[in-house]
């Protein structure tokens, strides 16, 4: 038999409540996720057929920070400045010439997962973000 | 095929074990990852202008104030250079210079005084041997193999060894953040931060897409510029019949900018 056994489960119960309580409080309510708009108008002024970015959206999603820093390297270090992408498609590789002519929505693109992910890349201390007619977010 | 000999067979059975084996196990071994890296996914922009090694000539002589505002506007202005009048803190790509301050080594005491304070227009030489690219720590300054002496901003860590290193000037040090001294923003261009060094970058982004530096378009005939390792190019056939002064050649930096007096 365990000793003080009632004091030992009642303190468990507290403990296991307590640990939970972010899951508990949580049900029932709406999850933020992060809402990515890609409907500009540059995008929607495209064909449907047409209405992709330079590799597929897993691709991107997954991998747009590390194929950014090559396209940095190959421009800026070895002067190559055209991507072909997987579809035998040719790019200009530039951030604020090519990706940011389609999506000009900075704050509804780029930082809405950014902020949510709690990273801050430093792409805008240098390069020229897309003028939006949305004020700032404060603090950004 | 219905007459193939044992030899002919036993050729065709190896070479297909050979391809099917060896295939699948490059496949294995080196993984798809890479066998697509060596497809080449970046490529020079068809219209990029290529050299051995860039120069420019200035011809002084076709130089006025006009083609020397021209030229420094245009620059600045396409490569969001910062406009602080603080000389201790502005930013300057190309600019102007009187002779005997650009060319000590030359000054006389009886210079003429008209050669004396003759405005020359300087920038970053593109040297062949850049004291700047010998002492950056993380090669932020880098020699194309065009000979364009290069600033990756990324990398710059404002150390201003190369300040030190170039003797020339040519560098500038961002103490602030330079964007509310630009008006007229280049959307097209960049900005820098603060704490980076920047300079002349011979406008690897309009010799890329195949246009010449902007202040040789703007300079009416006073810039050339081409390809000095080409003996038809038009520097060296100007080299050849004019007589040309670098900026302190003598330090051994063999400076690609040459100037016409």
């Known amino acids: 038999m365990l000793y003080d056994g009632g004091k030992i489960v009642f303190g468990l119960l507290i403990f296991i409540v307590f640990v939970t309580l972010p899951f508990t409080l949580s049900i029932g309510k709406e999850y933020y996720k992060p809402k990515v708009e890609i409907n500009t108008p540059q995008i929607m002024k495209l064909p449907e057929a047409e209405r992709k970015c330079v590799e597929s959206k897993e691709f991107m999603r997954r991998e747009h920070m590390k194929m950014l820093i090559d396209w940095r390297d190959a421009v800026v270090r070895e002067g190559k400045t055209l991507y072909v992408n997987s579809q035998g498609k040719t790019f200009n590789m530039s951030l604020q010439n090519t990706c940011m002519h389609c999506h000009s929505n900075k704050s509804k693109f780029c930082d809405e997962c950014h902020n949510y992910v709690k990273v801050k890349p430093y792409c805008w201390d240098c390069h020229i973000e897309p003028k939006e007619n949305i004020k700032k977010e404060a603090g950004l | ?261």
């Open chain 2, 1 to 261: 095929m219905s007459n193939i000999n044992r030899r002919e067979f036993l050729k065709i059975l190896g070479i297909g074990a050979f391809i099917g084996l060896g295939g699948w196990s490059l496949f294995e071994v080196v993984g798809r990852g890479e066998i697509e890296a060596f497809v080449e996914r970046y490529r020079k922009a068809p219209e990029a202008l290529h050299a051995k090694r860039w120069a420019m000539v200035i011809d002084l002589k076709k130089l006025n104030p006009k083609i020397i505002n021209d030229c420094t506007e245009a620059c600045h202005r396409i490569h969001n250079v910062p406009k602080i009048l603080n000389p201790k803190e502005e930013i300057k790509w190309i600019w102007e210079e009187k002779f005997k301050n650009a060319f000590p080594e030359l000054k006389d005491e009886y210079m003429a005084p008209e050669i004396k304070n003759m405005s020359v227009l300087v920038l970053c030489n593109h040297c062949e041997n850049p004291p700047c690219v010998r002492v950056c720590p993380t090669k932020a300054t880098f020699k194309r193999k065009d000979g364009i002496v290069m600033m990756d901003m990324h990398r710059c860590i404002g150390c201003r060894f190369c300040m030190a290193g170039c003797p020339y000037g040519a560098r500038s040090f961002n103490w602030r953040d330079p964007r509310q001294y630009v008006k007229n923003e280049n959307p097209e261009f960049p900005f820098r931060m603060k704490g980076v060094v920047e300079k002349c970058t011979f406008c690897y982004e309009r010799i890329d897409r195949g246009l010449p530096p902007a202040c040789v378009e703007v300079s009416n005939g006073a810039i050339i510029y081409g390809d000095i390792a080409d003996p038809n190019s038009e520097v060296r056939k100007v080299l050849s019949s004019n007589f040309a002064i670098r900026r302190k050649a003598k330090l051994g930096t063999k400076p690609s900018v040459y100037y016409l007096i």
